[in-house]
């Protein structure tokens, strides 16, 4: 092991003790720490956590790759924080792994093909024209249809209650008009997120019998106790329904109308004819409304700087999805002739139609619209990173390996502190060396996208596509455990942009100063990312 991780480069530490812990910020300039570390160590390099906990900062396909092709039983998720989210999510594709994990995944497969998938643009319109004509006597947002001049919007928080609904919609079929009223549903999911992230910044409060004593951990439990109560009641009244209708029946009842997720999880079976339990039903949309779209990664600082072992940032469903959208909107909004180049296409398939609404068809022709939506994940991907904990060696293209970890005091190796700042040391390591793959850093790669900074939609034609990797563009990770809802998340978000984009400018406020990126759950601006929304 020693001798594996000798092989790849180290950036300047604090010292042989602390190594880079505190060096990292979630914050505008870890960014672009990262930024300076992509330009000097290209495909990778060795950070140090702490003396016995080295990470693996990856950033090219060519490091990457091996991993992100492994089976999840050679690169699975590493377990340390996971367990934090036990008690809300269960054993859902989350956190699962084996069997589990694996027979969950082919059974869930299915609930995402393009023929569900197309039963859900009815809710992604319906949700959108709720934020976009708003009645004025909401509490929750400012409202967007108030005539007259452009409206000073900060886009992040409509646009997470936009995608809570559409979620609650398609997994319930529940209206809980969360864009317009609060719902004691929807805020413990919003609490219980920020409670986790809270959590894991406070290392006294990890030992469960703690935090269970602690305020936050009686709020918690109490969210936690509103979700399930709420997921519980849902799944057993279908399950009732189902049982005294029966199989046959209940689908002769549902032909011609739409299915929600809950619906599909009670009748997918196994190649043994089993059904998934209650239990499994529930944990599952519970997991769905958490992560959504997006697999949540164990990443340290947002793929900026590690500075703990305990530092991940998990992402929540809608949060990655609403992200992506907000900073969709602001690099429109910088560039106006990208905006009216993806509201022409929308104007052209809108034309002659007696309503405003994005059909399954049209999708596939808002061909520039996508290519602004792929660009605006790589410049500003709502998770910054993921992560793996082998069990066993990966070997990589260029000869060197990434150990799966093996303990060995003795090493006459792990005594002796780098003379320089590139030098190579080498220090025992628990079993399963962390493998942080930074998304952020191969999205801003000069080897793989030149003027990374520039945002340009064209990069993604299908000309300049050609011989790209696909390992070079991963908003929604890769491989085995991928997203597995990343043709929602693309469908959502090209329905809410082209209603958008029809009906408003988006502009940038001159006044206001960029925003200053901070990588939280997902990628956010330390004071939010303001828009001025012009009505056309």
């Given at each position: 092991?020693?001798r594996?991780?000798?092989?790849?480069?180290?950036?300047p530490?604090?010292?042989?003790?602390?190594g880079?812990?505190?060096?990292?910020?979630?914050?505008e300039?870890?960014?672009?720490q990262?930024?300076?570390?992509v330009?000097?160590?290209?495909?990778?390099?060795?950070?140090?956590?702490?003396?016995w906990?080295?990470?693996?900062?990856?950033?090219?396909?060519?490091?990457?790759?091996?991993?992100?092709?492994?089976?999840?039983?050679v690169?699975?998720?590493?377990?340390?924080?996971?367990g934090f989210?036990?008690?809300?999510l269960?054993?859902?594709?989350?956190?699962?792994?084996?069997?589990?994990?694996?027979?969950?995944?082919?059974?869930?497969?299915?609930?995402?093909?393009?023929?569900?998938?197309r039963?859900?643009?009815g809710?992604?319109?319906?949700?959108t024209?709720?934020?976009?004509?708003?009645?004025?006597r909401?509490?929750?947002?400012?409202?967007?249809?108030?005539?007259?001049?452009?409206?000073?919007?900060?886009?992040?928080?409509?646009?997470?209650?936009?995608?809570?609904?559409?979620?609650?919609k398609?997994?319930?079929?529940?209206?809980?008009?969360?864009?317009?009223?609060?719902?004691?549903y929807?805020?413990?999911?919003?609490?219980?997120?920020?409670?986790?992230?809270?959590?894991?910044l406070?290392?006294?409060?990890?030992?469960?019998?703690?935090?269970s004593?602690?305020?936050d951990?009686?709020?918690?439990?109490?969210?936690?106790?509103?979700?399930?109560?709420?997921?519980?009641?849902?799944v057993?009244?279908r399950r009732?329904?189902l049982?005294?209708l029966?199989?046959?029946?209940?689908?002769?009842?549902?032909?011609?109308?739409?299915?929600?997720?809950?619906?599909?999880?009670?009748?997918?079976?196994?190649?043994?004819?089993?059904?998934?339990?209650?239990?499994?039903?529930?944990?599952?949309?519970?997991?769905?409304?958490?992560?959504?779209?997006?697999?949540a990664?164990?990443?340290?600082?947002?793929g900026?700087?590690?500075?703990?072992?305990?530092?991940?940032?998990l992402?929540?469903?809608?949060?990655?999805?609403?992200s992506?959208?907000?900073?969709?909107?602001?690099?429109?909004?910088?560039?106006?002739?990208?905006?009216?180049?993806?509201?022409?296409?929308?104007?052209?398939?809108?034309?002659?139609r007696?309503t405003?609404?994005?059909?399954?068809?049209?999708?596939?022709?808002?061909?520039?619209?996508t290519?602004?939506?792929?660009?605006s994940l790589?410049?500003?991907?709502?998770?910054t990173a993921?992560?793996?904990?082998?069990?066993?060696?990966?070997?990589?293209?260029d000869?060197?390996?990434?150990?799966?970890?093996?303990?060995?005091p003795?090493c006459?190796?792990?005594?002796?502190?780098?003379?320089?700042?590139?030098?190579?040391?080498?220090?025992?390591?628990?079993?399963?060396?962390?493998?942080?793959?930074?998304?952020?850093?191969?999205?801003?790669?000069?080897?793989?996208?030149?003027?990374?900074?520039?945002?340009?939609?064209?990069r993604?034609?299908?000309?300049?596509?050609?011989?790209?990797?696909?390992?070079?563009?991963?908003?929604?990770?890769?491989?085995?455990r991928?997203?597995?809802?990343?043709?929602?998340?693309?469908?959502?978000?090209?329905?809410?942009?082209?209603?958008?984009?029809s009906?408003?400018?988006?502009r940038?406020?001159?006044?206001?100063?960029?925003?200053s990126?901070?990588?939280?759950?997902?990628?956010?601006?330390?004071?939010?990312i303001?828009?001025?929304l012009?009505p056309?």
């Amino acid at each position: 092991t020693c001798r594996q991780l000798n092989k790849f480069p180290i950036p300047p530490w604090r010292n042989w003790l602390l190594g880079h812990t505190g060096m990292g910020q979630s914050t505008e300039q870890g960014l672009q720490q990262v930024d300076a570390l992509v330009a000097r160590y290209r495909h990778g390099c060795l950070w140090w956590g702490l003396p016995w906990l080295p990470i693996l900062r990856l950033f090219h396909p060519s490091t990457l790759q091996p991993l992100l092709s492994a089976s999840a039983f050679v690169a699975p998720k590493d377990k340390t924080f996971y367990g934090f989210l036990k008690p809300w999510l269960g054993e859902g594709l989350l956190l699962s792994n084996g069997q589990h994990w694996s027979r969950h995944r082919r059974l869930l497969t299915p609930a995402f093909h393009g023929d569900v998938l197309r039963n859900y643009l009815g809710i992604f319109n319906q949700s959108t024209h709720v934020l976009l004509v708003r009645d004025p006597r909401c509490t929750q947002v400012p409202t967007l249809a108030a005539g007259g001049g452009p409206v000073e919007l900060e886009v992040l928080q409509p646009l997470s209650l936009l995608t809570l609904d559409t979620l609650q919609k398609c997994i319930f079929s529940h209206e809980s008009h969360c864009q317009e009223w609060p719902s004691e549903y929807i805020q413990a999911i919003l609490e219980l997120s920020s409670l986790v992230v809270r959590r894991q910044l406070q290392p006294l409060l990890h030992p469960w019998w703690l935090y269970s004593l602690s305020s936050d951990g009686r709020r918690f439990a109490h969210a936690c106790a509103i979700v399930h109560t709420f997921t519980a009641g849902v799944v057993q009244r279908r399950r009732h329904a189902l049982a005294c209708l029966g199989h046959q029946a209940w689908l002769d009842g549902h032909r011609g109308r739409r299915m929600d997720f809950i619906d599909l999880l009670l009748l997918t079976k196994d190649e043994n004819g089993h059904t998934l339990s209650d239990e499994d039903v529930a944990a599952e949309a519970d997991t769905f409304m958490f992560e959504g779209e997006h697999e949540a990664p164990r990443c340290h600082c947002g793929g900026a700087t590690p500075v703990s072992p305990l530092s991940p940032n998990l992402p929540s469903g809608h949060d990655t999805t609403a992200s992506g959208l907000a900073w969709l909107f602001y690099n429109l909004a910088g560039h106006p002739e990208h905006q009216e180049r993806c509201r022409q296409e929308v104007q052209e398939i809108l034309a002659g139609r007696d309503t405003a609404d994005i059909e399954w068809e049209d999708l596939s022709r808002l061909s520039f619209t996508t290519m602004c939506i792929k660009e605006s994940l790589r410049l500003h991907p709502p998770v910054t990173a993921v992560s793996r904990c082998c069990t066993e060696d990966v070997p990589l293209r260029d000869g060197r390996v990434i150990p799966k970890g093996m303990p060995w005091p003795g090493c006459p190796q792990c005594h002796h502190p780098p003379s320089s700042a590139d030098s190579k040391v080498a220090i025992p390591v628990p079993p399963g060396v962390i493998c942080l793959m930074s998304i952020y850093g191969t999205h801003h790669n000069p080897d793989l996208w030149p003027e990374p900074e520039v945002f340009n939609p064209l990069r993604f034609s299908p000309e300049n596509s050609k011989g790209r990797s696909p390992s070079s563009f991963i908003p929604f990770s890769a491989g085995p455990r991928n997203c597995i809802g990343q043709s929602f998340a693309m469908a959502e978000m090209k329905v809410v942009v082209a209603l958008t984009l029809s009906r408003f400018v988006l502009r940038r406020n001159a006044a206001r100063p960029p925003p200053s990126r901070k990588p939280e759950l997902i990628l956010r601006a330390k004071d939010g990312i303001w828009l001025l929304l012009e009505p056309l």
